[in-house]
């Protein structure tokens, strides 16, 4: 069964960066599209940037040009690069698959507050 832990979440200050980490149990990791979800308080759960074996990406119009999705497909890893952050960027984040969803585990907590 395929396991995808990820790691990285923390508090920072607006205009701040972090990098999330997702590793993932298997290595047929690799033929999977990921992707990175959030989900704040009292919202649904949205996907905010995929990313295709080959290295093809995509992002919600709302993170565009401040977050980097980016795979080591050796490594089984899955990183998001998320470069000034926003008050609303908060939320739980998520990877899974893009396409039927694994089950979802506990997340990594990113709080931006000043």
């Known amino acids: 069964q395929v396991q995808l832990v990820e790691s990285g979440g923390g508090l920072v200050q607006p205009g701040g960066s972090l990098r999330l980490s997702c590793a993932a149990s298997?290595?047929?990791?690799?033929?999977?599209?990921m992707g990175w979800y959030r989900q704040a308080p009292g919202k649904q759960r949205e996907l905010v940037a995929f990313?295709?074996?080959?290295?093809?990406?995509n992002y919600a119009d709302s993170v565009k040009g401040r977050f980097t999705i980016s795979r080591d497909n050796a490594k089984n890893t899955v990183y998001l690069q998320m470069n000034s952050l926003k008050v609303e960027d908060t939320a739980v984040y998520y990877c899974?698959?893009?396409?039927?969803?694994?089950?979802w585990r506990q997340g990594t907590q990113v709080t931006v507050s000043s």
């Open positions: 899974n698959r893009k396409t039927n969803p694994l089950n």
């Open positions: 298997v290595s047929i990791f690799r033929l999977y599209v």
């Open positions: 990313i295709s074996p080959a290295g093809s990406t």
